[in-house]
């Protein structure tokens, strides 16, 4: 059975931070692109970040840039996201996600394995 499990999120206070991981077990993600996306109470799913395991070229969404970084490992651990500066908007469930493609892709419905999400809340 092939899954993705998150870990990492907490409660923070504003301007804190937190390391977001993802393990996969049941294959190898290692020519997987990953990505991590965030749904915030009532609102849609959006796209975080994603870095591909070809070039490692990683890409932000706007809200993120300077303070998020997305990091692999083609072990265990396929990626990581580094939050730094955390803003009570940044509260969300978080999930990491699997795209076979190579390319770097921000639409949610692309990406073919999903974790169960990781609470992060950030109190102001």
């Known amino acids: 059975q092939v899954q993705l499990v998150e870990s990492g999120g907490g409660l923070v206070q504003a301007g804190g931070s937190l390391r977001l991981s993802c393990a996969a077990s049941?294959?190898?993600?290692?020519?997987?692109?990953m990505g991590w996306f965030r749904q915030a109470p009532g609102k849609e799913r959006e796209f975080v970040a994603a870095?591909?395991?070809?070039?490692?070229?990683?890409y932000y969404t706007n809200s993120v840039k300077g303070r998020f970084t997305i990091s692999r490992d083609n072990a265990k651990n396929p990626v990581y996201l580094q939050m730094n500066s955390l803003k009570p908007e940044d509260t969300a469930v978080y999930y990491c996600?699997?795209?076979?493609?190579?390319?770097?892709?921000?639409?949610?419905?692309?990406?073919?394995?999903w974790g169960q999400g990781t609470q992060v809340t950030v109190s102001s």
């Open positions: 996600a699997a795209d076979s493609a190579p390319t770097l892709r921000v639409e949610h419905t692309a990406y073919d394995y």
């Open positions: 049941g294959r190898t993600f290692s020519r997987y692109t």
């Open positions: 870095i591909s395991w070809s070039t490692g070229r990683s």
